[in-house]
Every structure is written in C-alpha cells, then in structure tokens.
C-alpha cells in the first residue's frame, strides 16, 4: 500500500498537467469586429500586450496578425486578427489558466480598448 501512494501521486500530477494542455478551447473565448485595418489593429494591441506580459510575440503573414502570451507548458493567451468583409476581425483565446487569472482581464480590456 505504502508503495502505491508514489505512484498514484505521480498520477494525479500528469492528469493535472494533461488537463491544462488539453485545455486550449477550439472556439475562442471572444470575438470581435472592428472598422479598422488589421496593421492598424496590430499596432494597437502589441505594444499594450507587451507592456502586461512583457513575452508576447507577435506573427505577421498575408495581412493576418497573431499575438501569443506564452505560459509555463503552452500559449495561454491568442490574438488573431484577420481582414473580414467589411470589418477587421480579432479572436481571442484563452486557455484557462490552472492557478490565478492575473492579467487576463487587462489583456481582454486592452483588446477591447483597441476596437
């Protein structure tokens, strides 16, 4: 019995783990439409992402932007933002974090503040 414990702990631990990888929804969290371009809306968001999480990148190809805040195992925060017809349109993903939500409502406030 003593020699189970170990092992079952080890258990738990790597469901706990897998969970939080399997956690990255496919559809996102928010959705938005926005009149201006997708530069223009880049512009915007990356340098207030970056000033929260000093980590974020930012990706560019054919006019489709994409901004990722990396956690600990995986992208816990997407911005992508593509050019719609006629609005710009900008997902955001966002994986639920397994301890606080520190900074994500600013993140989701900047988003919105760049609209």
Known sequence: MRRLFPYSL???AMAVVLTGCNSTPNNPSFNFDTA?????????IYPKWQQLKPGTTMTESKGHYKLLVSGKIA????????????????FLYQRAP????FGRNALEKAVRECL
């Open 75 to 90: 992208s816990d925060e997407i911005l992508e933002v593509y050019k719609g017809n006629p609005n710009t349109r900008v």
């Open 98 to 101: 397994l301890s606080s939500a």
């Open 10 to 12: 080890l258990g738990c």
């Open 36 to 44: 201006k371009t997708p530069s223009d809306y880049a512009k915007c």
